[in-house]
């Protein structure tokens, strides 16, 4: 069978997958839509926040990037990890207490206010689509590239396939189809892994192979690594190029940012009882721990094997570089995506690949005769294209490609009911129609659905050119936003209504203002950005990326204080914060 | 039954081991991964330098069993306050 057919074989049975466990599980009520009942067992919740959370970027960026970036890429490890510490600890169980079913009506309840209510909603509602619109996009590339399909046609598949799931199973279907997504994802993502790791080292663990030594030559992986690398005139692989500071506040904003994001937070209002959500993001990281371990593994020998590709013989000898005759299979597949470019800028029929921006090396290079880096290997095909590199058989080719699609399409869902919920449940319910009937609301909510998935499909097929800028943004404003209102309003029964919305705002403009000011968002046309977005620049030496972690201590220090500086919450309110504390309903049962 | 000044101890034994857990879960992410890794670094481990070993596999290890120590540990405070659920 052609790799072509195979791959349609493999990604058609998943998507008839999914489709049969959507028409199992529909939804029923409000309560099943929003949060599926609350009857999700723990460890499959479990599985359901990892695909829900493991995206395109996580499954296609993620090793590459780290590949490319070496230590520095340590950010995304810990920063997309460690924010699960922070909502077992700070959020889920006290949240799961509350027992409603979105993020908003927390904040609308617990400051008893609908204005705290509108702007939770305008936060949660510009995070989520700013992500959804990067999946939708991740589906179309994944598509184009392996269906050989038009990127607009893969996006419509997409499209389809997420409408059947979300529209009719609502949070019950998306849960049970993100366990399966899950483990597509998860085999297609490690297999491929472990292979690569017995190829380069033998050892077919890839956590550990990428601390084996290279068979024969009696030198590490990563000292191997670092020595090719630097004789390329690239940063050594294990030490960064960013600053401390800015690498401690990176991935702050990411693991804080992490615990405030919407679609992240309502996976714990699904379980039963506040014990399940505590021990359910214990699962919930140990799957994604799964990915998030192999993925510097498979970024370390991503790289070793393009260069040893790239560079067979010794660096600066006349045959040492490769000849472009000689050039692999996938090289010709991958130029055809233009994600791959070749340049013989010194027409010696030979490719060569080094750091040409970095002066110290400038001159070693003339030497050799080299006259640029000819190579140009985009970051995002990396994982997709490794199977390829490494020469592994079809199925595994075709498995990447189904486990790509399952990993946009579980985010691109779990984002799309946020969405619909806050519009069903925090506006229409919440603010316009407080007596709509059940029966209305879950009505209201699938139309809702349905015209998120629209609005996401077109950004998809029309992304505005901020994307990429608006990722660090989303987090930057998770962090300084809700995460704040969430942990104050748990921890501090002090905090009123007053300081609540005075430090969100404050969070958000900050956040906002700063990466407007540096990086250039919404006012292009006013000529941001203002600012030169460089180290001597920055406020503190702290990047647009991590400046979230500033917003969120003003939002702290303007909430407590205009809430000292105004009157305590009412009597209620502090009612209600003791009881979410506990996990027993005291009120009834003690 | 729980009285309120058992909920209040309970409400301070779950901030003393959320603290507890913080403390461990920062030294061993921000403190290894990024403020120390360059001392850790002159240490071997297997094929790593220690540092860079915190700070790509060794601190996702921690965070995982973090959350599992912190569940199992409040599962026994829910049911010496009596607090717990069913």
């Given at each position: 069978?052609?790799?072509?057919?195979?791959?349609?074989?493999?990604?058609?049975?998943?998507?008839?997958?999914?489709?049969?466990?959507?028409?199992?599980?529909?939804?029923?009520?409000?309560?099943?839509?929003?949060i599926?009942?609350?009857?999700?067992?723990?460890?499959?919740?479990?599985?359901?926040?990892a695909?829900?959370?493991?995206?395109?970027?996580?499954f296609?960026?993620?090793?590459?990037?780290?590949?490319?970036l070496?230590?520095?890429?340590?950010?995304?490890l810990?920063?997309?990890?460690?924010?699960?510490?922070?909502?077992?600890?700070?959020?889920?169980?006290?949240?799961?207490?509350?027992?409603?079913f979105?993020?908003?009506e927390?904040?609308?309840?617990?400051?008893?206010?609908?204005?705290?209510?509108?702007?939770?909603?305008?936060?949660?509602?510009?995070?989520?689509f700013?992500?959804?619109a990067?999946?939708?996009?991740?589906?179309?590339?994944?598509?184009?590239?392996?269906?050989?399909?038009?990127?607009?046609?893969?996006?419509?598949?997409?499209?389809?396939?997420?409408?059947?799931?979300?529209v009719?199973?609502?949070?019950?279907?998306i849960?049970?189809?993100?366990?399966a997504?899950?483990?597509?994802?998860?085999?297609?993502?490690?297999?491929?892994?472990?292979?690569?790791?017995?190829?380069?080292?033998?050892?077919?663990i890839p956590?550990?192979?990428f601390?084996?030594?290279?068979?024969?030559?009696?030198?590490?992986?990563?000292?191997?690594?670092?020595?090719?690398?630097?004789?390329?005139?690239?940063?050594?692989?294990?030490?960064?190029?960013?600053?401390?500071?800015?690498?401690?506040?990176i991935?702050?904003a990411?693991?804080?940012?992490?615990?405030?994001l919407?679609?992240?937070?309502v996976?714990?209002?699904?379980?039963p009882?506040v014990?399940?959500?505590?021990i359910?993001?214990?699962?919930?990281?140990?799957?994604?721990?799964?990915?998030?371990?192999?993925?510097?593994?498979?970024g370390?020998?991503?790289?070793?094997?393009?260069?040893?590709?790239?560079?067979?013989?010794e660096?600066?000898?006349v045959?040492?570089?490769?000849?472009?005759?000689?050039?692999?299979?996938?090289?010709?597949?991958?130029?055809?995506?233009?994600?791959?470019?070749?340049?013989?800028?010194?027409?010696?029929?030979?490719?060569q690949?080094?750091?040409?921006?970095?002066?110290?090396?400038?001159?070693?290079?003339?030497?050799?005769?080299?006259?640029?880096?000819?190579l140009d290997?985009?970051?995002?095909?990396?994982?997709?294209?490794?199977?390829?590199?490494?020469?592994?058989p079809?199925?595994?080719?075709?498995?990447?490609?189904?486990?790509?699609?399952?990993?946009?399409?579980?985010?691109?869902?779990?984002?799309?009911?946020?969405?619909?919920?806050?519009?069903?449940?925090?506006?229409?319910?919440?603010?316009?129609?407080?007596?709509?009937?059940?029966?209305?609301e879950?009505?209201a909510?699938?139309?809702?659905?349905?015209?998120?998935?629209?609005?996401?499909?077109?950004l998809?097929?029309?992304?505005?050119?901020?994307?990429?800028?608006?990722?660090?943004?989303?987090?930057?404003?998770?962090?300084?936003?809700?995460?704040?209102?969430?942990?104050?309003?748990?921890?501090?029964?002090?905090?009123?209504k007053?300081?609540?919305?005075?430090?969100?705002?404050?969070?958000?403009?900050?956040?906002?203002?700063y990466?407007?000011f540096?990086?250039?968002?919404?006012?292009?046309?006013?000529?941001?950005?203002?600012?030169?977005?460089?180290?001597?620049?920055?406020?503190?030496?702290?990047s647009?990326?991590?400046?979230?972690?500033?917003?969120?201590?003003?939002?702290?220090?303007?909430?407590?204080?205009?809430?000292?500086?105004?009157?305590?919450?009412?009597?209620?309110?502090?009612?209600?914060?003791?009881?979410?504390?506990?996990?027993?309903?005291?009120?009834?049962k003690? | 039954?729980?009285?309120?000044?058992?909920?209040?101890?309970?409400?301070?034994?779950?901030?003393?081991?959320?603290?507890?857990?913080?403390?461990?879960?920062?030294?061993?992410?921000?403190?290894?991964?990024?403020?120390?890794?360059?001392?850790?670094?002159?240490?071997?481990?297997?094929?790593?330098?220690?540092g860079?070993?915190?700070?790509?596999?060794?601190?996702?290890?921690?965070?995982v069993?973090?959350?599992?120590?912190?569940?199992?540990?409040?599962?026994?405070?829910?049911?010496?306050?009596?607090?717990?659920?069913?």
């Amino acid at each position: 069978m052609s790799l072509q057919a195979l791959t349609y074989l493999v990604v058609g049975l998943s998507f008839a997958l999914y489709i049969g466990i959507a028409i199992w599980s529909r939804a029923h009520s409000t309560g099943d839509f929003y949060i599926a009942g609350k009857g999700v067992s723990p460890i499959a919740n479990g599985m359901a926040t990892a695909a829900d959370w493991m995206s395109a970027a996580s499954f296609i960026s993620m090793a590459g990037l780290i590949a490319f970036l070496g230590y520095d890429g340590s950010v995304y490890l810990m920063g997309w990890t460690g924010g699960y510490v922070l909502l077992a600890l700070l959020l889920a169980p006290y949240l799961r207490k509350f027992g409603k079913f979105t993020v908003p009506e927390f904040i609308a309840e617990r400051y008893y206010s609908k204005t705290a209510r509108i702007v939770a909603v305008i936060c949660l509602i510009f995070i989520s689509f700013t992500y959804v619109a990067g999946q939708m996009r991740g589906v179309g590339i994944v598509f184009s590239r392996f269906l050989e399909v038009e990127v607009t046609t893969g996006l419509l598949i997409g499209m389809g396939v997420v409408f059947i799931y979300a529209v009719l199973g609502g949070m019950k279907g998306i849960t049970y189809t993100q366990v399966a997504q899950y483990c597509v994802l998860i085999f297609a993502y490690t297999v491929p892994a472990v292979f690569i790791a017995i190829q380069i080292t033998g050892n077919p663990i890839p956590q550990l192979a990428f601390g084996s030594e290279i068979p024969g030559t009696g030198t590490a992986l990563l000292d191997k690594l670092n020595d090719i690398v630097t004789s390329l005139g690239f940063t050594e692989y294990t030490s960064g190029s960013k600053s401390r500071i800015d690498v401690f506040c990176i991935t702050m904003a990411l693991m804080v940012g992490t615990a405030g994001l919407p679609h992240v937070i309502v996976r714990f209002f699904t379980v039963p009882r506040v014990r399940d959500a505590r021990i359910s993001a214990g699962y919930a990281l140990l799957f994604i721990a799964i990915l998030y371990t192999t993925a510097p593994a498979v970024g370390s020998m991503a790289r070793y094997n393009l260069i040893n590709t790239m560079q067979p013989g010794e660096v600066g000898s006349v045959d040492g570089n490769l000849a472009y005759e000689d050039r692999p299979g996938w090289f010709d597949t991958w130029r055809q995506t233009g994600l791959v470019t070749f340049d013989d800028k010194n027409g010696d029929g030979r490719i060569q690949y080094y750091n040409d921006s970095n002066p110290e090396f400038a001159a070693l290079a003339a030497d050799y005769g080299w006259s640029g880096n000819e190579l140009d290997v985009d970051r995002d095909i990396m994982v997709l294209a490794n199977p390829e590199i490494a020469g592994l058989p079809d199925w595994v080719i075709a498995l990447v490609a189904a486990g790509g699609i399952a990993a946009a399409l579980s985010t691109a869902a779990g984002l799309l009911l946020v969405i619909s919920a806050a519009v069903s449940h925090d506006l229409i319910k919440g603010i316009f129609l407080p007596n709509i009937s059940d029966k209305r609301e879950l009505m209201a909510g699938r139309i809702a659905a349905a015209f998120a998935i629209a609005i996401a499909g077109y950004l998809g097929f029309d992304p505005p050119g901020w994307v990429a800028q608006v990722v660090a943004f989303a987090f930057g404003l998770a962090a300084a936003s809700l995460f704040p209102a969430i942990l104050l309003g748990i921890f501090f029964k002090r905090i009123n209504k007053e300081g609540a919305i005075a430090g969100m705002l404050t969070g958000l403009i900050f956040t906002y203002g700063y990466i407007e000011f540096f990086k250039g968002l919404f006012l292009k046309w006013a000529g941001a950005p203002w600012g030169t977005n460089t180290a001597e620049y920055w406020l503190f030496g702290i990047s647009p990326e991590g400046i979230g972690v500033i917003g969120m201590c003003l939002n702290f220090a303007v909430a407590i204080a205009v809430s000292y500086a105004t009157k305590p919450p009412p009597e209620r309110i502090q009612h209600m914060v003791e009881h979410i504390r506990v996990p027993r309903d005291l009120s009834t049962k003690g | 039954m729980a009285t309120p000044e058992l909920v209040r101890q309970y409400w301070k034994a779950n901030l003393r081991l959320v603290g507890i857990c913080l403390v461990i879960w920062f030294i061993c992410s921000y403190g290894f991964g990024v403020l120390w890794v360059d001392q850790l670094n002159q240490v071997r481990f297997g094929g790593f330098q220690l540092g860079f070993w915190f700070a790509q596999q060794g601190s996702i290890y921690v965070f995982v069993a973090l959350i599992f120590f912190y569940a199992w540990r409040m599962n026994r405070l829910d049911r010496k306050f009596d607090v717990h659920e069913d």
